[in-house]
């Protein structure tokens, strides 16, 4: 059983950085492809960015690509997701996720692709 929990959420002001984490214990990252989703008050949740285990290209929501960075530490079994020059519309509970599977590039937008979820950490851009 893999367990994840994130970290990292809070109150900033717009155009300004977060970086979340998700310590993941169970199975050891590099057997994981991971990725992280949000979910902002009365909206679907929405895929973020992704990470799988065999491929170096991360992938990335439009909305989000070119000011969030996902990365993983596979040595502290930890991934990261730094968000830089945040938006009012990046309010959200944010989730990171992860599957045993192999994901092909189609399918990791998919929330039902991944097997375990975290609890959510809170971030709030807000002037």
């Known amino acids: 059983q893999v367990q994840l929990v994130e970290s990292g959420g809070g109150l900033v002001q717009p155009g300004a950085s977060l970086t979340l984490s998700c310590a993941t214990s169970?199975?050891?990252?590099?057997?994981?492809?991971m990725g992280w989703f949000r979910q902002a008050p009365g909206k679907e949740r929405e895929f973020v960015a992704v990470?799988?285990?065999?491929?170096?290209?991360?992938n990335y929501a439009s909305s989000v690509k070119g000011r969030f960075t996902i990365s993983r530490d596979n040595a502290k079994n930890t991934a990261h997701l730094q968000m830089n020059s945040l938006k009012p519309e990046d309010t959200a509970v944010y989730y990171c996720?992860?599957?045993?599977?192999?994901?092909?590039?189609?399918?990791?937008?998919?929330?039902?692709?991944?097997?375990?979820w975290g609890q959510g950490t809170q971030v709030t851009v807000s002037s």
């Open positions: 996720a992860a599957t045993t599977s192999n994901l092909i590039l189609s399918s990791t937008s998919q929330a039902n692709q991944y097997n375990y």
């Open positions: 169970g199975r050891t990252l590099s057997d994981l492809d």
């Open positions: 990470s799988r285990r065999n491929r170096n290209s991360p």
